[in-house]
Nanobody, 124 residues
Framework: QVQLVESGGGLVQPGGSLRLSCAASGATFSTYTIGWFRQTPGKEREFVAAIMWGAGLTDHADSVKGRFTISRDDAKNTAFLQMNKLKPEDSADYYC?????????????????WGQGTRVSVSA
């Protein structure tokens, strides 16, 4: 099993940047594909980005391409989501998720482990 803890959320003005972190423990982090999802009240959890174990291939939702970048540091058991040029519509609770030895997964049902989330608010 793996435990995930997100951090780095907060309040930022439109056009600003935040970097979210997802710290993992309890398992061999390098064997897990990591995904970032976000959710707002009354809506389904939305895929944001994923990074594959091993090769480090990435995928980003169209809505964040060119603004957000997912990365990982296996030596530190941590994944990151760098968010630039933030928009009010990016406001949500952001969750990281993990699944072992899986291709890039973009659906929440594909992931086995979840963090508790961190809130991002983009407002002037």
């Amino acid at each position: 099993q793996v435990q995930l803890v997100e951090s780095g959320g907060g309040l930022v003005q439109p056009g600003g940047s935040l970097r979210l972190s997802c710290a993992a423990s309890g398992a061999t982090f390098s064997t897990y594909t990591i995904g970032w999802f976000r959710q707002t009240p009354g809506k389904e959890r939305e895929f944001v980005a994923a990074i594959m174990w091993g090769a480090g291939l990435t995928d980003h939702a169209d809505s964040v391409k060119g603004r957000f970048t997912i990365s990982r540091d296996d030596a530190k058991n941590t994944a990151f989501l760098q968010m630039n040029k933030l928009k009010p519509e990016d406001s949500a609770d952001y969750y990281c998720a993990a699944v072992q030895r899986k291709w890039l997964a973009t659906m929440s049902v594909d992931y086995d482990y979840w963090g508790q989330g961190t809130r991002v608010s983009v407002s002037a």
